[in-house]
């Protein structure tokens, strides 16, 4: 079952689901902005990518952080996709993660791309 993410019922009143392609999506997100430790019951999901809100932006830490969606990409969702590539690119204040990917059940490549940090607007 791919329950929709965020949460919510559908019009009979029964869990939404998505597309395997939109769950996994929404999969990878919540793996980037999950802190270790922060799932009481799942203390090792995440990569932590939240958690540098205060951190100096550099070289070392992208080089860093794409080790660790790398790692948590391929422990918690390696029966669904293959991970190809992941990109980290710091600029200015922003951090800018592009994940590719090739879904498991269709051998359909995939891309998605995330921004954190930099000016709010």
């Not at 203390?43 to 100096?56: C, R, Y």
């Not at 080089?63 to 200015?92: E, H, K, P």
């Not at 922003?94 to 995939?110: C, E, F, G, P």
């Amino acid at each position: 079952m791919n329950l929709a993410f965020p949460f919510s019922f559908d019009t009979t009143g029964r869990t939404a689901q998505d597309a395997l392609a939109d769950h996994v999506n929404d999969m990878i997100e919540l793996i980037l902005f999950t802190s270790p430790g922060e799932r009481v019951n799942l203390p090792t999901f995440g990569s932590g990518t939240s958690q540098l809100v205060f951190a100096p932006n550099s070289d070392v830490l992208a080089a860093a952080q794409q080790q660790a969606i790398q790692a948590g990409l391929q422990n918690w969702l390696s029966d669904l996709i293959r991970v190809n590539s992941v990109q980290v690119v710091t600029q200015d204040s922003t951090l800018q993660v592009t994940v590719v990917y090739t879904l498991v059940s269709n051998q359909q490549q995939q891309s998605q791309q995330f921004l954190y940090g930099g000016p709010t607007q």
